[in-house]
Every structure is written in structure tokens, then in C-alpha cells.
């Protein structure tokens, strides 16, 4: 049984016209539910403001509350700042790091929500305000020091915050495969990166992540790996460049779960990016995600067909 943590506020009014799908948050565990396979899903409350400051500095954590970051680091973001956005975002921090201590304990979990890799030390960028998996790397190494990290990152867009986060830290490996001319236009290195030419389809990005993985977690050797899923490399996204069909998610989706089961990995599932242009479509694809993680997608079935 999959575990889940989630929080109906997760989801954040913005002002209409705004390019982040907010919606997919609710609308996603709404079509989990009516399937009746969220019986074991955890609602959670906002992360300890102690465990944020051991990945951010106090200066953005203050200007971020108090909603005094200057226009150019607002127009970063991408979201209007204030107290309400941190606790918005102290509550999917917390979400993923409750599924990480569950999936270390118990082999897998899944954050309804998260994968908020743009997130820097001192700053938020593209949607991300908080980096929610360094937290809970943080958080997990308080007790387990030696613990070694796999970040497995498949959405669209290279997970620079997180790579700057944990360039130093030998006990973590960082994995991502993105489009190499997309955002963000400056990359951070990571431990490995697989960049790919813009608008390319699904045979060349699952050629290329079968390759990495058995080598990335020869690499890694990870005791624990947290995957960015990302939905953004579909073909109608509107930001993610990439031509992934729907079946090609989830073949995508089931390889990557299969791989770390059979590796008998604990895997912490979040939900990264996505910006469908047909509405619903990215819940419906987060949503899919999960079904794969839960071993109840059916690549033999059309994936329209199923229950939206």
C-alpha cells in the first residue's frame, strides 16, 4: 500500500491568468479518491520553521514572510510572497518529509505534491519557494549521517536549486534528465546530467533514462532516492519542450518504479512540474504517477480510458 501525504491547502488562490496550475493539486487527489485508492493518505500541517532555516537563509525567509523581496526577485519566483505563500509551502515541505521518513521506514511513499527543485539557499525561482527535498535530506541526516541520497529528477526542467544545495555533500547524488535549451537558462552541475535536444520524443528520453539509470545508481549506491517525477515532458506542456505521449508517461513512470523496487530501494515519489495545456490534463497525469507508484497503472489499457 502507498502511503500519501497532503494537505487541501496545497492549494494557493492566484490571480486568474496565472501560468502556475495550482488547481492540480485538489483536482488530482479528487480523482484519486472517487477511484477509492487514497485509503491510506495522511493529511499534514506546516513544517517546523527550524527545519526550513537549516537549507535557507534567514534573510530570504524574512523578505519572503514579510512580502518586502524587491520586483526583480518577485518576477523570479513567480508568486506573490507574503506569509500565507510560506506557510502554503512549509505545508508541501512537510509533505515530503513525512513521505521520506515513511518511505526509509517502509519502502515507498508519495507526496501529493513537491519536487520544488528552483529553490535556492537564498532565493525562490520559477514557482519553487522552499526546496523541499534538501529539507528533508537535512532533516534525515540528523539521525542517519551516513545516509546516501539519490535525487532522480525526470521533469522537464534541470533541478539547478537542488544541485547548487547539494554540490558539497558527498553522502548525495543528483540525477537529471531535461531539455539542455530550456529553463533555466543558466544550469547549476549536477553529479550527472542528461540534456536533451528541445522537442525531443519519447524514444530518445526513455533510450536515454534506461542508459543512466543502472549507472547512476551504480554511481550513487543510494540507501533512499526521492523522484521528481515532473508531467512537464508531455507533448502539449506548454514550458516543457519535450513530445512524450501519454503512453510514454507511463512507461516512463512504470520503469523508473520498477527499477528502484527491483533494486529493492526505499523511493520517495513527489510530483515536480507540469503545465498541461488542456485543462485537467496535468492532475491527470500527476494522478497517473501515483497509480503507477500504487502498481494499478495498466499500460495494456488506453491511460484516456481511465477514471478522470
Avoid at 537542488?162 to 531539455?179: G, K
Amino acid at each position: 500500500m502507498l502511503r500519501c501525504f497532503y494537505s487541501p491547502d496545497y492549494f494557493f488562490p492566484l490571480p486568474e491568468g496565472h501560468p502556475f496550475p495550482m488547481e492540480k493539486f485538489p483536482e488530482a487527489h479528487a480523482m484519486l479518491e472517487r477511484m477509492g485508492v487514497l485509503s491510506d493518505c495522511v493529511d499534514i500541517e506546516a513544517c517546523r520553521d527550524d527545519r526550513v532555516a537549516r537549507v535557507h537563509t534567514a534573510h530570504y525567509l524574512h523578505q519572503l514572510r514579510t512580502a518586502t523581496l524587491d520586483s526583480k526577485a518577485c518576477a523570479v519566483l513567480g508568486l506573490p510572497p507574503g506569509e500565507a505563500l510560506y506557510q502554503r509551502s512549509a505545508l508541501e515541505v512537510e509533505g515530503t518529509r513525512r513521505a521520506a521518513w515513511h518511505a526509509l521506514e517502509n519502502g515507498i511513499a508519495a507526496n501529493l505534491a513537491g519536487g520544488t527543485h528552483h529553490a535556492f539557499a537564498d532565493r525562490g525561482s520559477g514557482f519553487c519557494v522552499l526546496n523541499d527535498v534538501v529539507i528533508a535530506i537535512r532533516d534525515l541526516h540528523i539521525c542517519h549521517p551516513d545516509l546516501r541520497i539519490l535525487v532522480f529528477d525526470t521533469d522537464a526542467h534541470q533541478g539547478n536549486g537542488t544541485h547548487a544545495l547539494c554540490r558539497d555533500d558527498p553522502r548525495i547524488f543528483t540525477y537529471s534528465i531535461h531539455v539542455g535549451p530550456n529553463y533555466p537558462s543558466r544550469k547549476e552541475p549536477g553529479d550527472w546530467d542528461d540534456p536533451l535536444p528541445r522537442y525531443a520524443g519519447g524514444t530518445a528520453y526513455l533510450a536515454t533514462l534506461q542508459a543512466a539509470m543502472p549507472a547512476v545508481f551504480e554511481r550513487a549506491r543510494p540507501d533512499l532516492v526521492f523522484w521528481i517525477s515532473g508531467v512537464d515532458p508531455h507533448r502539449n506542456d506548454r514550458f516543457g519542450q519535450l513530445q512524450l505521449s501519454l503512453r510514454e508517461m507511463g512507461q516512463r513512470d512504470q520503469r523508473v518504479i520498477d527499477f528502484f523496487r527491483e533494486k529493492q530501494t526505499p523511493l520517495v515519489v513527489l510530483y515536480g512540474g507540469g503545465y498541461n495545456r488542456q485543462p485537467g490534463h496535468t492532475a491527470r497525469l500527476h494522478r497517473n504517477t501515483i497509480l503507477a507508484a500504487m502498481g494499478r497503472l495498466r499500460l495494456n489499457q488506453s491511460i484516456d480510458e481511465l477514471p478522470s
